[in-house]
Nanobody, 115 residues
Framework: QVRLVESGGGSVQAGGSLRLSCSASGVNFKIKDMSWYRQAPGKQRDLVALITSGGATNYSDAVNGRFIVSRDNVRRTLFLQMSDLKPEDTAVYYC?????????WGKGTLVTVSA
């Protein structure tokens, strides 16, 4: 059973930083592409960052240059280092992967950025 558990969210002022983590179990983590998504109140869930099994990364235009996605295959953990946070970054952040044709999401962690 695939399980993704996010942590590290919280409240921060604009310009601050946070580091999110996503612990994965029940999946061969090192061969999986992993992603971070976010969903702001009243909006759709959007891709924030992706890291492939080989370590290649891709970012949304909104966060490119401010966020860094990384992974630790030994610890089976995905990270998102967020810097220069803006109020528009306020959202629930979700970890995502796909395994045997099925989508798996964590329950999310809330990030609130105040002006």
């Amino acid at each position: 059973q695939v399980r993704l558990v996010e942590s590290g969210g919280g409240s921060v002022q604009a310009g601050g930083s946070l580091r999110l983590s996503c612990s994965a179990s029940g999946v061969n983590f090192k061969i999986k592409d992993m992603s971070w998504y976010r969903q702001a109140p009243g909006k759709q869930r959007d891709l924030v960052a992706l890291i492939t099994s080989g370590g290649a990364t891709n970012y949304s235009d909104a966060v490119n240059g401010r966020f860094i996605v990384s992974r630790d295959n030994v610890r089976r953990t995905l990270f998102l280092q967020m810097s220069d946070l803006k109020p528009e970054d306020t959202a629930v952040y979700y970890c995502y992967t796909r395994n045997w044709g099925n989508d798996y999401w964590g329950k999310g962690t809330l990030v609130t950025v105040s002006a």
